[in-house]
């Protein structure tokens, strides 16, 4: 069983930056792609930002694309986003996933 767990959100100004890391148990990422979503609510949940194996290549939405960074470290197994110059748009929670599996989130406010 795999099991996902978000952390490093929280409250920050416009224009700041957030860490996200997403620490997996029960699977080897290196093994699998993986990616980062958002939801906000009322809405459905939305792709973020995605990284393959074995390639290690990146794909992000349009609306984060120069701003966010999605890596990995295999040998923690964590999943991260860095993310900069964030807006108030941006705010949300912020799940990670690997297959169809998900974390429980972690919230991120930016306040303009």
């Known amino acids: 069983q795999v099991q996902l767990v978000e952390s490093g959100g929280g409250l920050v100004q416009a224009g700041g930056s957030l860490r996200l890391s997403c620490a997996a148990s029960?699977?080897?990422?290196?093994?699998?792609?993986m990616g980062w979503f958002r939801q906000t609510p009322g809405k459905e949940r939305e792709f973020v930002a995605r990284?393959?194996?074995?390639?290690?290549?990146?794909y992000y939405a349009d609306s984060v694309k120069g701003r966010f960074t999605i890596s990995r470290d295999n040998a923690k197994n964590t999943l991260f986003l860095q993310m900069d110059s964030l807006k108030p748009e941006d705010t949300a929670v912020y799940y990670c996933?690997?297959?169809?599996?998900w974390g429980q989130g972690t919230q991120v406010t930016v306040s303009s």
């Open positions: 996933s690997l297959g169809n599996n």
């Open positions: 029960g699977r080897t990422i290196g093994l699998y792609a």
């Open positions: 990284i393959t194996m074995p390639a290690g290549s990146v």
